[in-house]
């Protein structure tokens, strides 16, 4: 009988050592919060703070210092376990180690029709004279074989495409499908999306920004100067293991290998003057060559626990609105381009054919599009949005449920 | 606050023993410092539930002094009518907190219209447990099995957090007299610490795993009023996968409960025994919830019953009230009063000897109960009758469902593992080795095992403390009903 409790015994000495050390351990980390519970429990009526933080305690754990080292073991019994979703399938790992946003239930249907009304009357509004191009780039899920392919779990990204790429024909809208450009393209998956962030990468944007001029000159009959299409004009630096995108921060950077990061510069000179408003309504400006002018260099040197990536070296990823001036050539193209943040790094390479690029975030601004368009004389209108970004906040324009033709 | 949670684990419990054990001199304090403890508790998360629920206490035990007192002196008529208070003050705060947007609903279903309007109630987390563990003690201080108390025995016993939410249901003479007399009782303590740690990898590993795999698979079926078809293999698999999370759930949240009252120096009973080797409903319920059903029988069913049994038309009357109260007492909903009707049909007709089987059919008894148990559990767990008959038309295929889809491979590749040990752990395999261990001693198993032993606990430990800094568990299905 000593025996049969010999065991138990070794055990609960080891565990109360355990328990003992964690207590140290999390009184140390957290004892801010504790205090403010324990204060707001002595002071506050309603005990609502006390209720928000003691919540917050028990979910959020990512401040806990060896936070990373739960990651890895973590990952390791995912492994073993042989399993791919995390977090009741809300994320997706694949064995490449490429993550995923899962989506268990299909998500009720956009009103793709009434969007692409919406957008057939805003080509009418900017004129015969201004050309109107819808760009659709693949999400990162579109052409990836994830393991939970066949099953609803998969996002219906290629569906949503398909289908509103069919009404843009149906409505006259000239439309460019990126996908096509990624299937001929020499590059590999791998290649063209990092492992950790739902955004595609620098090269990809670069493949990218090379379709939509080859379709300017093609289908538009616009004479580009196609030396700046060729990446031997730029400078290619890899920066290897900086990038840890918005899926790896959310479920924990260590969770998956870091993705390198490639900064693509012209070797050609260059004079721009980047005007913007952020999201929170700050104004500012750059200006100088594309180094100077377009990029953010700072955020290269990111730490890991920030939301923020290297994604965001060029033009910040995503701002209120944006304007950027080409003074060496204020002949070029006038062209305004209302999109998500998959443009930023195509509008910095577009630049040297462009006198002027504005850029519009219907998700982070209210700017009266209709207008804007009313009150400048482009030559290109491009709307931009890849597919999880094809929802009624992507179309504030128009949106009085008049048909096509009034106006 | 719940136990699998890193704030229980690394701050809460060892606190909680240390300060304990720092007291072992004397067990006032200790007491006092476990009542403090339980206020914390409860307090922690959820606030603005605290001040009903110490309200609802403290009312409980200035009934229990009065009914003591009036029965000490004699005053039994008095006694009865803080007694009857105390059955209409509970009784009645669930009814207002818990069915009131029921009745609500269905007094404006039979008058079709919406005259009544009584608004919404939300009742406080553990209530459910706790109306029930006051009423019986306020009937055990009426019928005299609990004597002579302080005030602090008194609070101790009604606020004793390791089962202030979910129980078990133990009666206050079984709590106290459970106590060690040992300052620190070593061996209570290291089984309690292995108890605790079963429980938290049954919870956190195997239960809240099965959890999306039934959640998933029963949300399917029904999203909003809409009623969808789900193939018949995938049907199957959430309901064997929520027959199998409700059982672990249940033994995971027992278990820490018993584990660290063990800690403490208290030895309760069980609550669960291996219910799916049940040979009978009645078997069945008996081994489930154990102190639920004891309770309901205690308190409930043996003051219906005056003739002890010999009444048959009384006693079915009796057990069929029962069970449609323990059916309601689950859940405001009828799909609760139809599992509960469901059950006391075959305890009836057990009862009544009219399903007998011959000694030898022990494998058609075991496929009766489980039949009649998961036709039960699909009432239990969907939200409407509507989706319960739409979900046994998806097991049976009668939807024009297909038998199979890919969601079926994605849950048994990403769950098959869980699924497997869930299986095999619903039978007593660790009773048989520690039964086995006990009788060989001196075996070389044995003796590697008094290695071994320790390191899977701890290895166990530390997977669900890496599972709970990465995600959260899901919450207890007796919490949530």
């Given at each position: 009988m000593n025996q049969f409790f010999l065991k138990k015994n070794i055990y609960a000495v080891v565990l109360s050592i355990i328990l003992i050390s964690m207590m140290i351990f999390y009184i140390d980390e957290k004892s801010d919060e504790i205090v403010a519970i324990l204060n707001s429990c002595l002071t506050d009526s309603d005990h609502q703070e006390a209720g928000m933080v003691s919540k917050t305690l028990e979910q959020e754990m990512l401040s806990i210092e060896y936070y990373d080292c739960f990651i890895y073991a973590y990952d390791w019994i995912q492994n073993f376990l042989n399993k791919s979703e995390i977090r009741d399938f809300s994320y997706i790992k694949e064995k490449s180690g490429f993550l995923y946003y899962?989506?268990?239930?299909?998500?009720?249907?956009?009103?793709?029709?009434?969007?692409?009304?919406?957008?057939?009357?805003?080509?009418?509004?900017?004129?015969?004279?201004?050309?109107?191009?819808?760009?659709?780039?693949?999400?990162?899920?579109?052409?990836?074989?994830?393991?939970?392919?066949?099953?609803?779990?998969?996002?219906?990204?290629?569906?949503?495409?398909?289908?509103?790429?069919?009404?843009?024909?149906?409505?006259?809208?000239?439309?460019?499908?990126?996908?096509?450009?990624?299937?001929?393209?020499?590059?590999?998956?791998?290649?063209?999306?990092?492992?950790?962030?739902?955004?595609?990468?620098?090269?990809?944007?670069?493949?990218?920004?090379?379709?939509?001029?080859?379709?300017?000159?093609?289908?538009?009959?616009?004479?580009?100067?196609?030396?700046?299409?060729?990446?031997?004009?730029?400078?290619?630096?890899?920066?290897?293991?900086?990038?840890?995108?918005?899926?790896?921060?959310?479920?924990?950077a260590k969770y998956t290998d870091l993705d390198n990061f490639i900064l693509i510069t012209p070797k050609f000179d260059s004079d721009y003057l980047w005007e913007y408003t952020r999201n929170n309504g700050t104004k500012g400006s750059q200006q100088g060559p594309f180094e100077d002018s377009l990029l953010m260099l700072d955020k290269l040197n990111i730490k890991t626990g920030s939301m923020e990536t290297p994604y965001e070296v060029y033009l910040n990823r995503i701002n209120a609105w944006d304007k950027i001036t080409n003074r060496q050539n204020p002949d070029g193209l006038k062209i305004l381009c209302i999109r998500d943040a998959y443009f930023s790094p195509i509008a910095a390479f577009m630049m040297p054919y462009c006198s002027e690029l504005h850029l519009i975030s219907p998700f982070d601004s209210e700017i009266d599009i209709e207008r804007y368009i009313e009150e400048n004389d482009f030559d290109y209108v491009f709307v931009e949005y890849y597919p999880g970004k094809i929802t009624s906040k992507g179309f504030p324009f128009f949106n009085d449920g008049k048909e096509v033709g009034t106006e | 606050m719940i136990f699998p949670s890193i704030t229980f684990l690394a701050l809460f419990f060892p606190m909680i023993l240390l300060i304990f054990y720092a007291f072992s001199f004397t067990k006032t304090i200790q007491k006092i410092w476990i009542v403090f403890v339980s206020c914390v508790f409860y307090t922690w998360g959820q606030p603005d539930d605290a001040l009903i629920f110490f309200g609802i206490l403290i009312i409980n035990i200035f009934l229990g002094?009065?009914?003591?007192?009036?029965?000490?002196?004699?005053?039994?008529?008095?006694a009865r009518g803080y007694f009857i208070i105390s059955i209409i003050l509970n009784v009645g705060a669930l009814v207002f907190m818990r069915y009131i947007s029921f009745i609500q609903e269905n007094l404006n279903m039979i008058i079709q219209n919406q005259a009544i309007d009584?608004?919404?109630?939300?009742?406080?987390?553990?209530?459910?447990?706790?109306?029930?563990?006051?009423?019986?003690?306020?009937?055990?201080?009426?019928?005299?099995?609990?004597?002579?108390?302080?005030?602090?025995?008194?609070?101790?016993?009604?606020?004793?957090?390791?089962?202030?939410?979910?129980?078990?249901?133990?009666?206050?003479?079984?709590?106290?007299?459970?106590?060690?007399?040992?300052?620190?009782?070593?061996?209570?303590?290291?089984?309690?610490?292995?108890?605790?740690?079963?429980?938290?990898?049954?919870?956190?590993?195997?239960?809240?795993?099965?959890?999306?795999v039934s959640n998933?698979?029963?949300?399917?079926?029904?999203?909003?009023?809409?009623?969808?078809?789900?193939?018949?293999?995938?049907a199957w698999l959430g309901l064997i996968a929520f027959a199998m999370q409700i059982y672990f759930d249940l033994s995971a949240y027992s278990d820490m409960a018993i584990g660290i009252a063990l800690c403490l120096g208290y030895k309760c009973p069980e609550n669960v025994d291996y219910p799916y080797l049940a040979k009978s409903v009645t078997e069945f319920w008996n081994r489930f919830h154990i102190s639920l059903m004891k309770w309901f029988d205690q308190y409930f069913l043996r003051p219906l019953d005056r003739n002890n049994g010999t009444n048959k038309d009384r006693m079915v009357l009796n057990i069929f009230i029962m069970w449609c109260v323990i059916g309601l007492w689950h859940g405001p909903n009828w799909t609760f009063v139809f599992w509960g009707i469901w059950n006391s049909v075959f305890i009836l007709l057990e009862k009544l000897k009219m399903i007998h089987w011959d000694k030898d059919r022990s494998i058609f008894k075991s496929i009766y109960v489980c039949a009649v148990i998961l036709v039960g559990w699909v009432l239990f767990r969907t939200t409407d009758l509507y989706q319960a008959g739409e979900y046994f038309k998806n097991l049976l295929g009668l939807n024009h469902n297909a038998i199979y889809n890919d969601l079926v491979t994605v849950f048994l590749k990403e769950f098959g593992l869980v699924l497997v040990i869930g299986l095999i752990f619903l039978f007593p395999i660790a009773r048989v080795f520690n039964n086995w261990q006990i009788n060989h001693p001196e075996s070389l198993i044995v003796k590697m095992n008094t290695i071994v032993y320790p390191i899977v606990l701890i290895g166990l430990f530390l997977v669900c403390t890496i599972y709970l800094f990465f995600t959260n568990a899901q919450p207890f299905i007796y919490l949530i009903l």
């Open positions: 899962g989506s268990f239930y299909e998500k009720e249907d956009e009103d793709l029709l009434k969007f692409s009304k919406q957008l057939r009357r805003l080509k009418e509004k900017a004129g015969g004279d201004t050309s109107f191009i819808f760009i659709s780039p693949p999400e990162k899920d579109s052409s990836a074989l994830v393991l939970l392919e066949n099953a609803k779990i998969i996002s219906k990204s290629d569906r949503i495409q398909d289908e509103f790429l069919l009404y843009m024909q149906y409505m006259q809208i000239d439309a460019l499908d990126l996908r096509e450009t990624f299937k001929n393209s020499e590059y590999l998956y791998e290649e063209l999306y990092y492992k950790t962030d739902r955004h595609w990468t620098t090269i990809a944007a670069f493949e990218s920004f090379k379709a939509i001029v080859d379709k300017l000159c093609v289908d538009y009959g616009e004479s580009l100067d196609s030396k700046y299409l060729d990446i031997n004009n730029y400078h290619v630096n890899q920066y290897d293991n900086i990038m840890k995108g918005t899926i790896g921060e959310e479920i924990g | 002094e009065r009914i003591t007192a009036s029965i000490n002196t004699n005053h039994k008529l008095k009584i608004g919404e109630q939300t009742l406080p987390v553990g209530m459910l447990f706790f109306s029930l563990r006051a009423i019986s003690f306020c009937a055990d201080c009426y019928t005299k099995k609990v004597g002579k108390r302080s005030l602090i025995d008194s609070f101790f016993y009604l606020s004793f957090f390791p089962f202030l939410l979910a129980g078990p249901l133990i009666s206050y003479q079984d709590l106290n007299g459970s106590k060690s007399e040992l300052y620190f009782d070593g061996r209570r303590f290291s089984v309690g610490m292995c108890r605790f740690t079963v429980g938290l990898s049954k919870k956190v590993l195997i239960a809240d795993n099965l959890a999306i998933r698979i029963f949300d399917l079926s029904m999203i909003g009023d809409i009623s969808y078809e789900i193939p018949v293999l995938l």
